[in-house]
Each structure stands twice: as structure tokens, then as C-alpha cells.
């Protein structure tokens, strides 16, 4: 019997040992994602440092050669972000069903962040505020004009008729497919 005791206080205690404390574990995340944060922010500080020293060591030479590149990376960047945000812009207003603004009114170099690429979440909420067009046409249908087309529009012709049945030209006389041809207007 008291084996079965211990045998059942043990099971207590790996069944309490199975089921870790919430809080616990969140305090153990909490703390990594400090030292995480720290670690990155460290790795920026000495990056600059590093990148400062390197600019201290250049010659006016590898000074000029570097800032050549960073222009030169600036601008493909902001050309070909330029493209890339006006295909951003064209394929967010479709999916939206909107119509842009012609691009000589869009300044495209707004829409991009500041490593030079196109900034989404700006781009979606440019799209959502243009205005959603309109089902109902924006002219009158009925203006007054009296039948619109040609008035043989539907209608018979004389060699139609002449190779038609009997029946079938009555049909269609009844259909209102022979009225231009009895009004002289074919």
C-alpha cells in the first residue's frame, strides 16, 4: 500500500512538473528579448564606429571614390524605385478598382522610404483614398434624340424575304423584323 502512495505522489509531482508556469516563461522571453535588443543595438553602435574609422584611415582618393558610389547607388535607386513604385501604384489601384491620377500629377519619389524603396503601407493608403467610381453613367441615356443606330438595325432585306418560307416571313412580320422594308426605308 505504500508503495501505491509513492507511487501516486510521484505522478503528482511529474504531472505538476509537466505543466510549466506561464509567467515564468514569459519572464524568461521578456529577458531575451532584451538581450537581443541590446545586442543589435551594440552591433550599430560599434558598425559606426567601425565605418568611422574607415573614413578616418581613407585617402581623399578612396573619400572620393566612396562618395561616387553612395551617388551613384542613390540615384539608380531612385530611378528604378520610381518605376517600381509606379507598378506598385498600378497594381494596388486595380486591385482596388480605381482609377490613378495621370503621373504627371504624382510625385512617385514620396512614395518611397528612406533606403530607396517603394513604401507600402504608403502606397495602400494613397490607393484607398482615391474615390471609387461610379456604376450609375455620368450622362443622360434619354436626351431627347429619337431612335439612335441604323434603322435597319434587326431588319430584313428584300433577298432575306426571297429566301424565306411563307411561314417564316409571317413570323417575322409579327417579330417586327419587316417594318424598315414596308416603310420604304430598305
Known sequence: MDENKNDQAAEAGSASEAKPDTTA??????????????????????????DGFRQSQMTDTEKAIEAAKVEARNAALSEVGTKLVDAELRAASSAAGVSLPGAEYLNFGSFLDEDGNPDSAQIEAFVSSLPKPSSAPSYARNIGLGRQGSPAAGQLSREDLARMTPREINEARAAGKCDALMRGEI
Open 25 to 50: 516563461l514569459q519572464a524568461e522571453i521578456d529577458k531575451w528579448k532584451a538581450m537581443s535588443r541590446k545586442n543589435e543595438e551594440r552591433f550599430k553602435s560599434v558598425s559606426q564606429e567601425l
